[in-house]
């Protein structure tokens, strides 16, 4: 933290000539030789079918990413591998997702963004396809599959939240990304069940990873011909301005230096690190649970039948569509009255959901009735957050650089939340296999005292949300005027900002 007696001046500036850099406000109209891609009106119609595919999309993603998760105690017996490895399978995905995603940003801003998501999605539907053909003598094809498939996801999920973002504004903007981003949890919860039904009708939890692709290769087709290519910050600019490239450091700069930014960013890396590896264990936790207490016989043979499963993937997706709901509609009655709402809703969310998920964890020696109904909770709690935080990153910066705040979003949430969570989690539950003898009961416990890292992990994310209610007024009212061309004025008095 530094303080500065002034605040830094933006990259982006009014400009009365063309020749303006990108994200940079030229008041003119545009030339009368501008591109039809430029000068479109795109109808009402036509952006909410956009906003359905994209919906549609996402869905799938969060499918293929849980899908793994509910048939892991399969994989396990299969390829004979220890809980770290086992979470290896996750980190090595996210690992590629947030890695690339910057790269991703960089091209969505600056590139036809509808034909890197097609890009994309054609890499993911391959990699995923051919993951579930590994052989067991070759679990590294399936850890280096499950690596390419972050590629599609990094490409899409970095742009696709930009392209909702200019076809809409104000609350219709809101109310889309919600949608949006309530196929979070829902197809997460899907995976899970769609993981383990197809495993046990198939006997073998490999034709789990072959519907995605399908489905998959539907979302394509839809891509290619329903969704439109809006230009950037149309929705937002009213005034006639044109937005036009920086070079890729200024825009790093100017994301590093807006607060608010900077701290839900910290906060979305805190909430990825628990939903990530709750998420992935949860399953597998409470299939243990039940085993320590004679409640289920344990599996020797895949495929097992994970009957958590189908229970975690059904409370996922119902928490999952309660909690963005009220989350949206919390937002919308308070944001006009209470300018700093959307990061307090955060705040209480995480700091709400982290003693839930604690009891869940205590209580699963004991009672699995209770443990689910605590679990659920926490869900709904943390689902309010959801569509919120999208909608905070989308007025806090300026549209040019949507993408690129995105990406690098993606990539530290990743890099300090999930990306090594369930890998951690794995890697501490294995180190306490040697205090105690091999047993069913210490099974379970190894892996639940590993798990209770998370609700801490949540507290700190909620601190980290009310930070940024500190910031959110003003960085939200600089990135309005900077889109409508107008300069914000510096404040008078010294202001404090976030440097690395």
Request: hydrophobic residues 45%; contains cysteine.
């Amino acid at each position: 933290m530094t303080s500065n007696q002034h605040r830094p001046k933006t990259p982006l500036s009014l400009r009365s000539n063309t020749t303006v850099g990108y994200g940079s406000m030229n008041s003119e109209q545009p030339d009368s030789d501008a591109s039809p891609m430029q000068t479109t009106v795109i109808s009402q119609k036509r952006s909410y079918i956009a906003v359905g595919v994209l919906c549609y999309i996402n869905l799938l993603n969060y499918m293929d990413r849980y899908t793994i998760a509910g048939v892991l105690l399969s994989i396990q017996n299969y390829f004979g591998i220890s809980d770290s490895t086992s979470g290896l399978l996750q980190t090595v995905f996210i690992c590629s997702f947030m890695f690339l995603a910057p790269v991703f940003g960089y091209l969505g801003d600056r590139y036809d963004r509808k034909l890197i998501m097609i890009a994309g999605l054609i890499v993911w539907i391959v990699t995923t396809l051919g993951s579930s053909f590994v052989q067991k003598t070759h679990f590294w094809v399936l850890v280096l599959t499950r690596a390419l498939v972050g590629t599609g996801e990094a490409s899409y999920s970095t742009i696709a939240p930009t392209i909702i973002g200019d076809l809409f504004t104000g609350t219709k903007r809101t109310l889309m990304i919600s949608f949006f981003y309530i196929f979070i949890p829902v197809g997460s919860g899907l995976g899970y069940i769609l993981g383990a039904t197809i495993a046990n009708a198939t006997g073998d939890w490999r034709w789990a990873l072959r519907v995605n692709p399908v489905l998959g290769g539907l979302g394509l087709l839809l891509l290619v011909f329903l969704i439109p290519n809006p230009p950037r910050g149309a929705s937002d600019n009213q005034s006639g301005a044109t937005m036009e490239s920086t070079s890729y450091t200024e825009d790093v700069k100017y994301l590093l230096k807006n607060r608010s930014f900077v701290w839900s960013s910290l906060g979305v890396t805190a909430m990825a690190f628990v939903t990530g590896a709750l998420a992935f264990w949860t399953p597998t936790f409470l299939s243990r649970a039940q085993v320590m207490q004679g409640l289920s016989p344990p599996c020797k043979e895949e495929p097992c039948k994970p009957l958590d499963s189908y229970i975690f993937g059904a409370i996922t997706v119902v928490t999952g569509i309660v909690g963005v709901f009220l989350g949206t509609c919390i937002s919308k009655k308070l944001r006009d009255r209470v300018p700093n709402a959307d990061p307090l809703i955060c705040a209480v969310g995480m700091l709400s959901s982290s003693p839930c998920f604690f009891i869940a964890i205590i209580l699963a020696g004991t009672s699995i009735p209770a443990t689910y109904t605590f679990i659920a909770i926490g869900e709904t709690l943390l689902s309010l957050n959801w569509a919120i935080l999208a909608d905070i990153l989308l007025y806090v910066v300026v549209p040019t650089r949507r993408a690129t705040a995105e990406a690098l979003q993606i990539m530290v949430c990743h890099l300090l939340g999930d990306a090594g969570s369930p890998y951690l989690i794995g890697v501490i539950s294995d180190a306490l296999n040697k205090y105690s003898p091999k047993s069913y009961s210490w099974d379970f416990r190894r892996l639940e005292y590993s798990i209770l890292l998370c609700p801490f992990i949540g507290v700190l994310g909620g601190l980290f949300f009310l930070i940024t209610s500190l910031y959110i007024k003003e960085d939200r009212k600089a990135a309005e005027l900077l889109a409508s061309g107008q300069a914000p004025e510096p404040p008078e008095t010294s202001t404090v900002s976030v440097t690395f």
